[in-house]
């Protein structure tokens, strides 16, 4: 009954939204809020922008696109401030088609069809609101009514602009339906629907010859001709080409480069002069963004071919590359899950970050600077903390390929495999390791990965599950300990008021006996010996932390456990080495005792409670983690 409520709502409020006028009244409405009358490329800039604009680190992320698409900021910072910004102003490029050039399911068409929903919706709110000449099948601007000669008097009365003229039917309409009287001609609100084909058109090109230019421009009504008495009669003309139902929005070329020659030169006039011709007819004004999609392989053989030069000019080329950051890979990997038909199956933590590791090795170049192989790269680009480098470091790394995430490993494959793994197998989970290994059996099969690629790719499958174990022992090792936080936060206070005591050659009073005692050597050398500070170096690091406790301290912010990323590295081996013996014996132990199988029980539990696990993948985890810490 809920979902008949809603539908009931959905169709009140869209009633409460309608309107239909003169065009003298929509005068009215273009007066009080001139937005009404802006172009279409205005139109979608507006929209990116309202949903949100956060500035983050001298970087412009658009919220309108964060929802769905990760880690492709500075493409899509790009995409909307060299493209919607400046056609939105009535810059020149807005005369040219948008192309967007990338890898394959590198997410093309997905903001394409983001900005298709996002138009629909957009229309239905205030700011988005359109308005169109009742019963035109293009729902022409109702602007157009105004004649020529008076657009200048206009322009200085609504400080509007009028592009394009009124076109061959309205023409008609208004001499034969309305006498003449432009005051009179109705006006209504519309709603971009790509369903209904309003305002939203989607152009994919099939077989050259069969196909007619008449999907893009409309075609001739044979059954009204009669009625009409001629061909050149607009009534007798069906204006439901692509570029006609996409007037004021948007239309998507699919394949725009394996498109027959007819039909790229009709759009080039359109971009270019604003219209187009159809039938008989004088030019057809239009306004619409025109938006194109390629794979880097196309648009390279494109482009040497000297005989399209005059339709590359006309277009304007933006790179959408691969994610090239670990985290939003996984992310991608979660949507795309939750949106298949394995979203079902428990999926055991870190499994996708393993899959991801994988696929951003696989995008990344190496770098020519000292110190920096792809895995550092890989942690640096992902906003980890790398020893001696820095976000400075990252900008630097960044500008030495162009072209860097053009290539490597789609998200799509990840995927398949990943669904194809569970499917096989008919398992209700899939680990780390079963990830990897069905990402590695696939490659074999892989269209884009040569023999010679063959073998980097397997070494980047070791290196992503070297990467795992590392995670994986640590899992288990926290899980271990009762409060993996307390205790860490124990052992640092303790190691912290001895460095003091030490640096300032004072005494420590014992918390039970209150006797005076000297700082305790063994503790601190055991927790430093676990990142290498050697005995000569152990003072400048006491030191060293002692002079950031007092910052810390200055500034009165509290120093904790996450403070001092080397201290929490050596906190954290001092732990799991102390607990790597039981740790071992507790997991690899083939009949375990009374109290092992407890604390068996205990970790899996905690797995499962606070980790994510499931009692099967916890089992599996706790399995390997043994069979790792016995190698
Ligand atoms: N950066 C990304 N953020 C979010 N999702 C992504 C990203 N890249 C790819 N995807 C996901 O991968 C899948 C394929 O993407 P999409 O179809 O948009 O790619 P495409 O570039 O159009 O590919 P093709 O060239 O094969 O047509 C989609 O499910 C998409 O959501
Ligand atoms: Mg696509």
Redesign the pocket.
């Known amino acids: 009954m809920d979902i008949i409520n809603k539908v009931k709502n959905l169709r009140d409020e869209e009633k409460r939204l309608e309107w239909e006028g003169t065009f003298a009244d929509y005068l009215e409405i273009v007066k009080n809020r001139p937005e009404v009358a802006q172009t279409a490329h205005s139109r979608v800039y507006n929209m990116v922008k309202s949903a949100g604009v956060e500035e983050r680190d001298g970087r412009r992320m658009y919220e309108f696109f964060g929802s769905?698409?990760?880690?492709?900021e500075s493409a899509i910072e790009r995409l909307v401030e060299e493209y919607f910004h400046p056609a939105a102003k009535r810059l020149d490029v807005r005369k040219r088609i948008l192309l967007?050039m990338?890898?394959?399911?590198?997410?093309?068409?997905?903001?394409?069809?983001m900005l298709k929903r996002g138009l629909e919706h957009y229309s239905r709110t205030d700011e988005g609101a359109v308005y169109a000449i009742k019963g035109c099948p293009m729902h022409e601007d109702p602007l157009h009514l105004i004649p020529q000669h008076l657009r200048e008097d206009f322009f200085q009365e609504y400080g509007i602009r009028i592009e394009g003229s009124l076109s061959p039917l309205n023409t008609m309409r208004l001499d034969k339906e309305y006498g003449g009287k432009i005051e009179n001609v109705k006006v209504e609100r519309i709603f971009f629907s790509e369903d209904k084909r309003i305002g939203i058109g989607t152009f994919s090109p099939s077989d050259p010859k069969s196909q007619d230019i008449a999907d893009l421009t409309g075609s001739i009504d044979f059954s009204t001709i009669a009625e009409f008495g001629s061909e050149s009669d607009p009534r007798a003309y069906r204006f439901d080409g692509e570029l006609n139902k996409a007037n004021r929005g948007m239309m998507e070329f699919q394949e725009i480069l394996k498109s027959d020659e007819k039909f790229l030169w009709h759009l080039l006039s359109l971009t270019q002069e604003g219209n187009f011709k159809a039938g008989r007819f004088a030019l057809i004004s239009a306004d619409e963004l025109i938006i194109a999609?390629?794979?880097e392989s196309e648009y390279k053989s494109f482009i040497s071919n000297k005989k399209n030069e005059a339709l590359h000019s006309r277009m304007i080329v933006m790179p959408?590359p691969?994610?090239l950051k670990v985290s939003?890979?996984e992310?991608?990997y979660q949507?795309?899950i939750k949106?298949s038909d394995i979203s079902h199956v428990h999926v055991a933590p870190h499994a996708l970050r393993a899959a991801a590791i994988f696929s951003i090795l696989s995008r990344l170049k190496e770098s020519k600077k000292q110190g920096v192989d792809v895995v550092k790269k890989m942690r640096l680009y992902d906003g980890e903390n790398v020893e001696g480098f820095n976000q400075v470091d990252v900008e630097e790394l960044r500008k030495e390929y162009q072209d860097e995430g053009m290539d490597g490993i789609?998200?799509?494959y990840v995927?398949n495999r990943i669904s194809s793994t569970i499917i096989r197998k008919e398992i209700p989970s899939i680990n780390a390791l079963d990830v990897l290994r069905s990402l590695k059996e696939g490659l074999d099969q892989h269209p884009s990965i040569s023999k010679d690629d063959l073998e980097t790719y397997l070494n980047y499958i070791s290196i992503a599950r070297k990467e795992y174990d590392e995670i994986a022992k640590k899992e288990v090792q926290k899980a271990f300990v009762y409060s993996y936080e307390e205790s860490a936060k124990t052992l640092m206070d303790n190691y912290l008021d001895n460095v003091e005591a030490y640096c300032n050659k004072n005494k420590l009073r014992d918390p039970l006996t209150g006797e005076e005692m000297n700082p305790d050597e063994k503790l601190m050398r055991s927790i430093e010996e676990q990142i290498g500070i050697s005995e000569n170096a152990k003072k400048a690091f006491r030191e060293e932390i002692l002079i950031r406790l007092s910052a810390y301290a200055r500034k009165g912010k509290r120093f904790d456990y996450n403070s001092h990323e080397r201290l929490k590295e050596a906190i954290q081996k001092k732990l799991f080495a102390d607990l790597k013996d039981v740790v071992k014996i507790t997991t690899s132990s083939k009949t375990p005792d009374e109290s092992q199988l407890k604390k068996i029980n205990e970790v899996i539990a905690r797995l499962i409670d606070e980790h994510g696990y499931n009692s099967v993948s916890a089992n599996e985890l706790l399995r390997y983690v043994g069979s790792l810490l016995n190698r």
């Open positions: 769905s698409i990760f880690g492709l967007l990338g890898p394959v399911s590198g997410g093309k068409s997905t903001i394409v069809s999609h390629t794979n959408i691969y994610n939003e890979e992310r991608i949507k795309m949106e789609d998200p799509r995927i």
